[in-house]
C-alpha cells in the first residue's frame, strides 16, 4: 500500500490515484494536506516572480553606472571638481574630443590658465586607443576629468548639465580622417551629424545655455580653386564624405542658433599636426614608416603636380580656440526658448602658408636623419583635394589670431616628441 506522501507526491503521474472508499478523516487531511502544498506552491511562485522583477529592475537601473562608467555621487564630486574655476572671470568649459590630438592640447591649455575643464570621449578605435588613454593619464594628471561616453548619450549629456552649470562647451569630438570616410561612412554621419545634433539638443535645453565652439574643417571648400580660401568663398562642393559632414554641421549649428539662440563659433581648422597627434595624418604615419624603413606613398595631383596643405601647429590651433572662446559672446536663450539673436561665427584657422608633400617629407628626412622610401603614385580618388591655404584676416581681426610657427620649426617638435614617446627602438633594423 502506497504512503500518504507517496500519494501526494508520486514518483509517476500514474501513480496518483483517486481512492472513494477512504473514510472522511483521510479524505481531511489529503484535501487540507494538498490546499497547503498549493498555497506553499503558490507563495513560492510569487516570491520568485518578485525577486526576478526586482532583479530586472536594479539590473536595469544600474546598467548605465556598469556599462558607461558614470554616476553616482562620487562621480558627480569629480565633474564638480574638474569644472572648478580658479580664476576670476574664468570659465567652465565642457571639451567633447578631450582625448583626441586638439582637445587634449586645448583642455590643458584651459585648465593652466584657471578655467574648469570636463572632457568627454568614447575613446573609439579609430586609431590605437593607447594614445587616447595615454592623452588621459596626461590630462588627470592636470586635474582634467575626462568622462567615458559617447556624444549620442543624451542622458549622460543631460546629467553633466545638471551636475555643471557649463558656461561653454568646446566641441571637439568627431569622426576625422577624409580618405577612411570611404571605408566606414556609417561612423561619420553617427559622430558628425547624430552626435553633433545630440549635443546640440542638451545645450538649447540647458539654463543657462552655454556658448558653443566647435571644429569644422578646411575640407569644406572641397573643389573651391580660389586661393586663398576665405571664409565667404563657396562651399557647395565638397569632396568626400568627412567634408560633407562637417558642412552639414556648419548648416545644423546654423539652425540651433536661429530657432534657440545659442552662440556658436565655427572653426575650420587646416591640417593640424604637432606632438600628441593623430597616427592617421600623412607626417605621422610617415614619420613612422621612415624609421622603421618601410616605403611612404606620396600622391601626386593632376599634370604632376605635388598637393599642398596649409599645415598648421597645434600651438598656433590652440591660440585660435582660446580666443573663440573668449570672445564667443554669450547664448541668448534659456530652457529651449530663444530670447534674442546670438553670435553665429565661423573662422579659417590655418598658418597662411601652403607646403608641398614632397617638401613635408624633406623636412621629416632631415629631422630623422634618415632617408625616406618614396613611391609616389597618382591621387586616387578619395576624397581628396590638390592644395589648402587659408585667409586668416577675419580670425586676426576678431581676436588677434596669429599663427607663429612654421613647418621646419613645428616637425622638428613633433619628431622629439615621436621620438620620447615610442622611444629610439623603431630605428632597429635601418641601415
Ligand atoms: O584640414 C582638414 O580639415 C583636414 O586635415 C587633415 O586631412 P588632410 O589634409 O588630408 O591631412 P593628411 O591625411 O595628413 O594628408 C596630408 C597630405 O598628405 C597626402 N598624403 C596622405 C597620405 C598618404 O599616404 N600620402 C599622401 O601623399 C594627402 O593627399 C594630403 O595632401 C585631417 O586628417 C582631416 O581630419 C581634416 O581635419
Request: charged content about 20%; overall charge positive; hydrophobic content about 35%.
Given at each position: 500500500?502506497?504512503?500518504?506522501?507517496?500519494?501526494?507526491?508520486?514518483?509517476?503521474?500514474?501513480?496518483?490515484?483517486?481512492?472513494?472508499?477512504?473514510?472522511?478523516n483521510?479524505?481531511?487531511?489529503?484535501?487540507?494536506?494538498?490546499?497547503?502544498?498549493?498555497?506553499?506552491?503558490?507563495?513560492?511562485?510569487?516570491?520568485?516572480?518578485?525577486?526576478?522583477?526586482?532583479?530586472?529592475?536594479?539590473?536595469?537601473?544600474?546598467?548605465?553606472?556598469?556599462?558607461?562608467?558614470?554616476?553616482?555621487?562620487?562621480?558627480?564630486?569629480?565633474?564638480?571638481?574638474?569644472?572648478?574655476i580658479?580664476?576670476?572671470?574664468?570659465?567652465s568649459?565642457?571639451?567633447t574630443?578631450?582625448?583626441?590630438?586638439?582637445?587634449?592640447?586645448?583642455?590643458?591649455a584651459?585648465?593652466?590658465?584657471?578655467?574648469?575643464?570636463?572632457?568627454?570621449?568614447?575613446?573609439n578605435?579609430?586609431?590605437?586607443?593607447?594614445?587616447?588613454?595615454?592623452?588621459?593619464?596626461?590630462?588627470?594628471?592636470?586635474?582634467?576629468?575626462?568622462?567615458?561616453?559617447?556624444?549620442?548619450?543624451?542622458?549622460?549629456?543631460?546629467?553633466?548639465?545638471?551636475?555643471?552649470?557649463?558656461?561653454?562647451?568646446?566641441?571637439?569630438?568627431?569622426?576625422?580622417?577624409v580618405?577612411?570616410?570611404?571605408?566606414?561612412?556609417?561612423?561619420?554621419?553617427?559622430?558628425?551629424?547624430?552626435?553633433?545634433?545630440?549635443?546640440?539638443?542638451?545645450?538649447?535645453?540647458?539654463?543657462?545655455?552655454?556658448?558653443?565652439?566647435?571644429?569644422?574643417s578646411?575640407?569644406?571648400?572641397?573643389?573651391?580653386?580660389?586661393?586663398?580660401?576665405?571664409?565667404?568663398?563657396?562651399?557647395?562642393?565638397?569632396?568626400?564624405?568627412?567634408?560633407?559632414?562637417?558642412?552639414?554641421?556648419?548648416?545644423?549649428?546654423?539652425?540651433?542658433?536661429?530657432?534657440?539662440?545659442?552662440?556658436?563659433?565655427?572653426?575650420?581648422?587646416?591640417?593640424?599636426?604637432?606632438?600628441?597627434?593623430r597616427?592617421?595624418?600623412?607626417?605621422?604615419?610617415?614619420?613612422?614608416?621612415?624609421?622603421?624603413?618601410?616605403?611612404?606613398?606620396?600622391?601626386?595631383?593632376?599634370?604632376?603636380?605635388?598637393?599642398?596643405?596649409?599645415?598648421?601647429?597645434?600651438?598656433?590651433?590652440?591660440?585660435?580656440?582660446?580666443?573663440?572662446l573668449?570672445?564667443?559672446?554669450?547664448?541668448?536663450?534659456?530652457?529651449?526658448?530663444?530670447?534674442g539673436?546670438?553670435?553665429?561665427?565661423?573662422?579659417?584657422?590655418?598658418?597662411t602658408?601652403?607646403?608641398?608633400?614632397?617638401?613635408?617629407?624633406?623636412?621629416?628626412?632631415?629631422?630623422?636623419?634618415?632617408?625616406?622610401?618614396?613611391?609616389?603614385?597618382?591621387?586616387?580618388?578619395?576624397?581628396?583635394?590638390?592644395?589648402?591655404?587659408?585667409?586668416?584676416?577675419?580670425?586676426?581681426?576678431?581676436?588677434?589670431?596669429?599663427?607663429?610657427?612654421?613647418?621646419?620649426?613645428?616637425?622638428?617638435?613633433?619628431?622629439?616628441?615621436?621620438?620620447?614617446?615610442?622611444?629610439?627602438?623603431?630605428?632597429?633594423?635601418?641601415?
Amino acid at each position: 500500500m502506497p504512503s500518504l506522501e507517496e500519494e501526494l507526491f508520486p514518483s509517476t503521474p500514474g501513480k496518483f490515484k483517486i481512492d472513494r472508499g477512504h473514510n472522511m478523516n483521510r479524505q481531511f487531511h489529503r484535501c487540507f494536506a494538498s490546499t497547503s502544498t498549493m498555497f506553499l506552491w503558490a507563495l513560492f511562485l510569487i516570491a520568485l516572480t518578485a525577486s526576478y522583477l526586482s532583479f530586472q529592475s536594479f539590473v536595469d537601473s544600474g546598467s548605465r553606472y556598469f556599462s558607461a562608467s558614470w554616476g553616482g555621487i562620487q562621480w558627480e564630486k569629480q565633474v564638480r571638481n574638474s569644472a572648478q574655476i580658479h580664476r576670476s572671470g574664468g570659465m567652465s568649459v565642457l571639451v567633447t574630443g578631450a582625448a583626441g590630438f586638439v582637445g587634449t592640447h586645448v583642455s590643458l591649455a584651459l585648465k593652466k590658465r584657471g578655467d574648469g575643464v570636463v572632457g568627454l570621449d568614447n575613446f573609439n578605435n579609430y586609431y590605437d586607443p593607447s594614445l587616447k588613454r595615454a592623452r588621459n593619464s596626461l590630462l588627470n594628471g592636470h586635474g582634467v576629468l575626462v568622462v567615458e561616453g559617447d556624444l549620442n548619450d543624451a542622458k549622460l549629456l543631460a546629467k553633466l548639465f545638471d551636475v555643471v552649470a557649463f558656461t561653454h562647451v568646446m566641441h571637439l569630438a568627431a569622426q576625422a580622417g577624409v580618405r577612411y570616410a570611404m571605408e566606414n561612412p556609417n561612423s561619420y554621419v553617427h559622430s558628425n551629424i547624430a552626435g553633433l545634433v545630440s549635443l546640440l539638443e542638451v545645450c538649447k535645453s540647458a539654463n543657462p545655455q552655454p556658448a558653443i565652439v566647435w571644429a569644422s574643417s578646411s575640407s569644406v571648400y572641397g573643389l573651391n580653386d580660389k586661393a586663398p580660401f576665405s571664409e565667404s568663398d563657396r562651399t557647395d562642393q565638397p569632396a568626400s564624405l568627412y567634408a560633407a559632414t562637417k558642412k552639414a554641421g556648419e548648416e545644423i549649428t546654423h539652425t540651433y542658433n536661429h530657432i534657440y539662440g545659442l552662440s556658436i563659433t565655427g572653426l575650420r581648422f587646416f591640417t593640424v599636426y604637432g606632438p600628441w597627434g593623430r597616427p592617421d595624418m600623412a607626417y605621422f604615419s610617415f614619420t613612422r614608416n621612415i624609421l622603421q624603413g618601410k616605403p611612404i606613398t606620396i600622391y601626386r595631383g593632376k599634370n604632376r603636380a605635388d598637393l599642398a596643405r596649409d599645415f598648421t601647429y597645434i600651438d598656433d590651433i590652440v591660440k585660435g580656440c582660446l580666443g573663440s572662446l573668449d570672445t564667443s559672446g554669450k547664448s541668448t536663450g534659456s530652457g529651449g526658448k530663444k530670447k534674442g539673436n546670438a553670435p553665429y561665427r565661423i573662422f579659417n584657422l590655418g598658418n597662411t602658408s601652403p607646403v608641398k608633400v614632397p617638401v613635408l617629407v624633406n623636412i621629416l628626412e632631415s629631422h630623422l636623419k634618415v632617408k625616406a622610401k618614396r613611391k609616389i603614385i597618382d591621387m586616387p580618388g578619395n576624397g581628396d583635394v590638390p592644395f589648402t591655404h587659408a585667409n586668416i584676416s577675419h580670425a586676426q581681426r576678431e581676436f588677434g589670431y596669429k599663427p607663429t610657427t612654421d613647418l621646419q620649426t613645428g616637425l622638428k617638435k613633433f619628431v622629439r616628441w615621436y621620438l620620447s614617446y615610442y622611444g629610439y627602438n623603431n630605428r632597429k633594423g635601418l641601415q
